[in-house]
């Protein structure tokens, strides 16, 4: 049993006789005193005092200057949350060490048999020069929408005295689809797809643009390649038997 900073002269003095070379546990139960009441005891033999000693315990992860730049911060922002305090407190201190935060690149999820097929596609053709990958002529399709929208921006005044507006179509709005080419040295024709594009569509855009491809980029007409994915319209048989008439090098295409 303690005061303050000193010990009683009784089981103070018993504690501190008895307990050279033992440990809390043994005092306490050969002494029948409680084992808080031994250590405190102890303490006070060592340092003069059962306070609590400068520099025990856990160390402060906020610094003098850290704390300082977050009490300014809420004084000049009141309505600063402490989560939003953190959160930029440690976006600075990374961009400090050097590192930046970068939106992930987005691919397409692969099933098994698709990612043998691409190290299939690549193993065949490792080995070739990069001259050949130069007579390529890649071509696709791809949809753009008429009516472009970030649904996730909020861009409102607190006061509500401006709201910013963000304009909406039934369905979407649309989307325009379009056949384009390109090759290593330059790109090549553009056409807009008119209504659904089939097979006999597919052939007249080739017929129109393929040809005319080539010799804008510049490609050796004995050597050039075309290419074309997997897609229906690409792979039906009216398709593929006018691309043999053409007599076309078509690269083969296993993705």
């Keep these: 049993r303690l005061r303050t900073n000193y010990p009683r002269d009784h089981d103070e003095l018993r504690i501190i006789t008895h307990g050279k070379g033992k440990g809390y546990k043994t005092i306490s139960k050969q002494l029948e005193i ?43 922002e009141p309505i600063t949350t402490s989560k939003d305090i953190k ?20 691919t397409p999820l692969l099933k098994r048999n698709q990612k043998k097929a ?41 006061k509500m005295k401006h709201p910013t507006t963000v304009p909406t179509v039934n369905h979407g709005g649309g989307s325009v689809l379009f056949w384009g080419c390109f090759a290593a040295s ?8 008119q209504g659904q594009m089939k097979s006999p569509d597919y052939q007249g855009i080739l017929g129109r643009n393929v040809l005319p491809s080539v010799k804008k980029p510049g490609l050796s007409r004995r050597s050039w390649v075309f290419q074309q994915d997997n897609a229906p319209k690409h792979t039906a048989k009216k398709s593929q038997e006018w691309l043999r008439e053409k007599r076309w090098t078509i690269l083969k295409w296993i993705l």
């Design 87 to 106: 959160d930029r407190t440690i976006h600075c201190c990374l961009i400090q060490s050097g590192l930046h935060g970068r939106r992930p690149r987005r």
């Design 34 to 76: 409680p084992e808080t009441t031994v250590a405190h005891i102890q303490k006070f033999k060592t340092h003069g005092t059962v306070a609590n000693l400068p520099g025990r315990g856990r160390k402060r992860k906020i610094g003098d200057k850290l704390r300082r730049q977050i009490v300014g911060t809420v004084s000049k």
């Design 118 to 158: 691409r190290l299939e596609f690549e193993k065949m053709h490792v080995d070739k020069p990069q001259s050949v990958w130069e007579n390529v002529l890649w071509t696709d399709e791809t949809n753009w929408s008429l009516l472009v929208r970030n649904i996730n921006s909020m861009l409102v005044d607190s």
């Design 186 to 193: 330059a790109t090549g024709c553009i056409e807009v797809v």
